[in-house]
């Protein structure tokens, strides 16, 4: 499995805040993915990198950015907390083009 | 647009009872079918992926095949560890997204 840790694991913050999740990984792995994880919905992906700064939006991608200066490193920010974007959060990584995509093992961000 | 349902939503088995879950795609070019696996709390596990209509995958008491409009993963004689939430998804040509499904939601009674 690719070594992929999210911090923080959980968080509860308040409307209106900015919140900043990390995904670390340490197999090299060119693609980084943001998820978001709500009953009924399934997995929908917020934004996902190809490279070194390298990003694009994805289906939810509304309310959220991203970054990655590093290739180990994607971050995921909320720029002013809903209480809408309470869920959970998965990063995933990819190693190429028809690889498999592995998960990390998430953030639950409560926002009140 | 690419789509992928996932049957049933849920599913109750005896211990022994096999059965199979369904993942039905709609996508411009398949690039790969994959299947996971997701306890509570935790993130998905990867379990197959599955490149081409007739191909098939063993892992311990999990098979997985594909056509060219679906995938089932096959459970024979289930436990009660097996007990999860099992989610299909596909990356279809041309991007480098991957669309999931619902998942279905496994439980196996002792």
């Known amino acids: 499995d690719a070594g992929i840790t999210q911090s923080p694991r959980h968080k509860v913050t308040e409307t209106g805040t900015p919140v900043t999740l990390r995904c670390h990984q340490t197999?090299?792995?060119?693609?980084m993915y943001w998820y978001r994880q709500d009953p009924g919905h399934g997995l929908r992906l917020i934004h996902y990198?190809?490279?070194?700064?390298?990003?694009d939006k994805g289906e939810v991608s509304d309310g959220y950015s991203v970054s990655r200066s590093k290739t180990e490193d994607f971050l995921l920010t909320l720029e002013s907390a809903t209480s809408s974007q309470t869920s959970v959060y998965f990063c995933?990584?990819?190693?190429?083009?028809?690889?498999?995509?592995?998960f990390g093992p998430g953030t639950r961000l409560l926002v009140l | 647009e690419d789509q992928v349902t996932q049957s049933p939503e849920a599913l109750r088995l005896q211990e022994g009872e096999s059965s199979s879950l369904n993942c039905s795609y709609t996508?411009?070019?398949?690039?790969?079918l994959f299947w996971y696996r997701q306890d509570p709390g935790k993130g998905p596990e990867f379990l197959f992926t599955?490149?081409?209509a007739g191909e098939e995958k063993e892992k311990e008491r999990l098979k997985a095949t594909l056509t060219k409009k679906e995938s089932f993963l096959h459970i024979t004689a289930p436990k009660p560890e097996d007990s999860a939430t099992y989610l299909c998804?596909?990356?279809?040509?041309?991007?480098?997204?991957?669309?999931f499904g619902p998942g279905t939601r496994l439980s196996v009674l002792p």
């Open positions: 995933a990584t990819c190693p190429g083009s028809g690889a498999t995509q592995y």
């Open positions: 197999e090299n792995h060119r693609y």
């Open positions: 990198s190809y490279g070194v700064k390298d990003t």
């Open positions: 996508v411009s070019g398949l690039r790969g």
């Open positions: 599955l490149y081409s």
């Open positions: 998804a596909v990356q279809a040509g041309g991007g480098q997204n991957f669309v």
